[in-house]
């Protein structure tokens, strides 16, 4: 469907511009001489590895280019904390296009600066179930430009699987140095892949804009100030009968974001029966979190630090948390709880105490319990032939007899805290293995509930909806759709411009610019509303319009790190999605 309306699309506006200029183009499908870009330095359409994990500064050059207006440099900079086998960008060709084909790439590369400096293009076919998961780090770097270089074209070529998902393809550096790359072709079969134009979509006419607004909920305010709620009323519209509704977060760290949330998990939970909050956090420190806002016990500055990661270290979810005890101070009404699993040493303790009067299971789990600590020889890379005997050794104390005969309550726990641990090293071959166990998480709580309404909080690439084109990776909301049908919603946020919070050599706040011509947040920001919800529901039931164009527009995702990761597909991903224009960085509790 989706590419049906593309095609429709592109007729349009040559119908449009038909005896004009050629109409603007914001991209290319794949870029392929870096000619398009969404600032000064970020191309269009590529994903450029982690600074943080590559030591590689990825930036686009004006002044050193083989073709056309600039090339893509990758610099070495400085040796990361997690050394990754190369650096440079990466795409991925989806399997219908590929799969079972010869599969062809070439382009110009120049190096410098040489030291065991490797540089050039590479092919690697995935196969769900058989490609190894250390898969991105197995492009061959040996084949590349050595030394230090003039421009050179460089090519290579693999026969894809036959049952391919698809097909990753990139441009790598490994050693100390600098290499520019420019100018690639494709080719599946011998036949040059011909690059479609996608035109830019900058300044809404009109009528997009009275479309657009057909589909617009405007909020008063992103503050839990105690005044009017009536603007958060559309919410038992859309959110209906659902049993979970997730709510994203296009960055980590945005006050504003936070802010929000806040104001509608009160309103869900004092109007609409909402009586469980979810967190991406470690579950048994999520729970020991409970005991504060249902008992008040413990300090909640310390509970909220000891769920690990940063994100949660606001005084944004401070206030949300002494507000679910002020909320809980008569009788219990919200649970506070997690659904991650990737620290496994607590989740091991937690088991080990659920096995208090299990004599034989206990010895086994701790015998689990010493082999763990061998489980990661160097940071997040698990063992994988440990991994699968723990494993192993796991399902076995699952069918214990004297797991068997504990009461209902503590076998429960006990299996889901092996269940976990599972799930934790399933990494080991599952792409998927946080966002397939956070939803068999949720899930668990949520059968445990079975009348409960929940709040689910994470990052929008863990609530989304979408599979994607290449099949890589499905999170977490996918799996939820897939449990709980129409019981599960999934909203996502966008921001204009303003600060955020990330990690780099410390925690600070950095800039988010003013998006660029012909990204999505541009063009909502042309609606002039400040805050707003954008009903992408609706508008699929109703095959908008402007659902011609929408997809194809990008939209900026930043995870703990600053790197910005674009995405595109908007109304595949989300249910809803809440536009913020300006933001500031989260407040960071001193500990």
Partial sequence: MRHLYIDKFILSVAIVFAGCTQPPIYSTEYNLDFEYTKNDSVPTKWTLRNFSFTGYDLALDRRIKRHGRMSLRAQWKEQPATVASWGGFQNFLPGELVAGKELEISGWVKTKDSVNICAGYGIFSYVPGKTPMDFLSRIDTIGGIRGTSDWIRYTTRQK??????????????????????????????????????????????????????????????????????????????????????????????????????????????????????????????????????????????????????????????????????????????????????????TLMKNLQ????????????????????????????????????KLDGDLRRLAADREIASLPEEERAWALQYIDMLRQYLSQRYDWDWRDRGMAENMAWIMNRRPTSKAVLWAHNQHINLREGAVKLIRPMGFYLKEHFGDGYCSVGFVCYEGTYTAWKNGLRAFDLPVPASGMLEYVLGQLDEPLFILDLKKMREENSPVLLWLDDLEFREIGATPEIFYQAGISEAFDYLIFIRKTSASHILKF
């Fill in 353 to 388: 105490l659920r096995l208090a009067g299990c004599p034989g299971a206990r010895r086994t789990a701790a015998t689990i319990a010493g082999e763990l600590q061998r489980i990661c020889p160097k940071p997040y890379e698990v063992d994988p032939q440990l991994a699968e």
């Fill in 160 to 345: 894809i699987d036959d049952d391919a998902s698809c097909a990753l393809i990139a441009g790598f550096i490994s050693g100390k140095g600098t290499a520019w790359f420019d100018d690639m072709e494709i080719r599946i079969d011998g036949r040059t892949y011909d690059d479609r134009e996608i035109p830019l979509i900058s300044e809404l006419s009109d009528a997009d804009k009275r479309e657009l607004h057909r589909y617009v909920y405007p909020l008063r305010t992103c503050e839990s100030d105690g005044g009017d709620t009536q603007d958060l009323d559309i919410l038992r519209q859309l959110v209906g009968e659902c049993r979970v509704v997730g709510l994203g977060e296009d960055t980590h760290g945005t006050s504003e974001i936070y802010k929000l949330k806040n104001r509608m998990i009160r309103y869900l939970a004092e109007n609409e029966g909402f009586d469980t909050f979810a967190l991406e956090a470690n579950m048994p420190e999520s729970y020991r979190m409970n005991d504060y806002t249902v008992g008040g016990e413990g300090d909640p500055k310390r509970l909220i630090q000891g769920m690990y990661v940063w994100p949660w270290w606001t005084e944004e979810m401070l206030s949300l948390a002494e507000w679910m005890k002020d909320y809980n101070a008569s009788k219990p009404k919200i649970v506070f709880t997690g659904v991650d699993m990737q620290m496994y040493p």
